[in-house]
Structure formats: C-alpha cells, structure tokens
C-alpha cells in the first residue's frame, strides 16, 4: 500500500514538473496596463522559440501596438477578424532574425479563440517580428480558414491569461485604416519566471 502511494506521489510530481515545462509566460507592459499571456513550445516550438530569442536578445527594443482591426475598419473584406497587432513594424526588417518555417493550427492544435496570440504573415514561411492577439474567437485565421486566400492560417503559439481588457481598450483606440494614429508603446517584454 505504501509503495502504491509513494508511485502515485511520484507521477504527480512528475506530471506537475511536466506541466511546469510545457508553458512559458510573458508580460508585455503598456502605458494601458500588462498584458500576460502563456506560450506552447511543445505545441509550437519553432514559433515559441522564434518569439523568445526576440525577447532574451533584447531584440524587441522599439516594440508596439500599431494596427487595430474591428468589424468597422474593414469595409472591403468579405472575412472580417478581430485583432491588435503588434512588433516591430514592417520597416524595421533590419532588426529581424530570418523568417520561421510556418506551423500550422493543424499542425500544432492551438486554434484562434479569444486572447490567441498568433504570428503575422504575408506568405507561409515568412513570419519574424510581428504577431497578433484574437479578440474573440477567430476561426477563418485557423488552417482552411478563409481569411487568408492559401488556406494555410496563421502560426498561433500562445494566449493571453490577463489583461484582455487592455487589449479591448487598444482595440478601441483612434486609427486611419487601421494603422493607429498614435501607437502603443511596449517599453518591455519580459519572461515570467
């Protein structure tokens, strides 16, 4: 009986310590408030591992929120989503490591729910610096989804856990076609240990 408890102990702890290594937690801090969210590198690992080395070599110095996209700033797009969109912006290519290989919602299961965080892309493999956060649950950016005519969806690797209402409150904020006319400013992203 006691060795059954003591083996039950240890897989527990085992499944804990498993757990532990299976997330990884950022904060984006914002003039608004922090946004915290959890990261998948056993489901995503090449898009994960892309997001942290930005993080770990300081190379999201400059980072911010610059593009809002609402069912009202959309008017010609017959799949309309519902983002913030944040990086380095798309003249900042000199800062950015190569492009990743793209990975799939099919592949990796994370689909784009509320608070998704998923990477920005033109073609597959050509995600770097930037990346998006779901408002609401965003299907059409998922593997066969419609928004993006190759079908091949958007990289999503991680959630936010806190701090929605500051991503709904800079989805709210005054754009020009969706660019913000004043961007957020990240001034750090950090691990959470």
């Given at each position: 009986?006691?060795?059954?408890?003591?083996?039950?102990?240890?897989v527990?702890?085992?499944?804990c310590?498993?757990?532990?290594?299976?997330?990884?937690?950022?904060?984006?801090k914002?003039?608004?408030?922090?946004?915290?969210?959890?990261?998948?590198?056993?489901k995503?690992?090449?898009?994960?591992?892309?997001?942290i080395?930005?993080?770990?070599?300081?190379?999201?110095?400059?980072?911010?929120?610059?593009?809002?996209?609402?069912?009202?700033?959309?008017?010609?797009?017959?799949?309309k989503?519902?983002?913030?969109?944040?990086?380095?912006?798309?003249?900042?290519?000199?800062?950015?490591?190569?492009?990743?290989?793209?990975?799939?919602?099919?592949?990796?299961?994370?689909?784009?729910?509320?608070?998704?965080?998923?990477?920005?892309?033109?073609?597959?493999?050509?995600?770097?610096?930037?990346?998006?956060?779901?408002?609401?649950?965003?299907?059409?950016?998922?593997?066969?989804?419609?928004?993006?005519?190759?079908?091949?969806?958007?990289?999503?690797?991680?959630?936010?856990?806190?701090?929605?209402?500051?991503?709904?409150?800079?989805?709210?904020?005054?754009?020009?076609?969706?660019?913000?006319?004043?961007?957020?400013e990240?001034?750090?992203?950090?691990?959470?240990?």
């Amino acid at each position: 009986m006691r060795k059954a408890f003591l083996l039950v102990i240890a897989v527990y702890l085992f499944s804990c310590s498993t757990q532990k290594q299976q997330l990884v937690k950022i904060e984006m801090k914002t003039k608004y408030g922090s946004i915290i969210a959890e990261l998948y590198p056993e489901k995503a690992p090449v898009t994960c591992a892309n997001f942290i080395k930005y993080i770990k070599d300081n190379k999201f110095e400059g980072l911010n929120f610059y593009m809002v996209v609402r069912m009202d700033n959309q008017p010609n797009k017959k799949v309309k989503i519902e983002v913030i969109q944040g990086g380095l912006g798309v003249d900042e290519d000199e800062y950015s490591y190569p492009p990743i290989p793209h990975e799939t919602t099919q592949k990796t299961g994370v689909l784009h729910k509320d608070g998704v965080i998923s990477m920005a892309r033109l073609e597959p493999g050509t995600a770097s610096s930037e990346f998006f956060i779901c408002i609401g649950d965003q299907p059409e950016l998922d593997f066969g989804g419609a928004r993006n005519p190759d079908g091949q969806g958007f990289a999503a690797f991680g959630k936010v856990i806190q701090g929605m209402d500051v991503v709904k409150q800079i989805q709210h904020l005054q754009d020009n076609s969706q660019s913000l006319i004043n961007k957020v400013e990240i001034p750090f992203i950090r691990i959470l240990e």
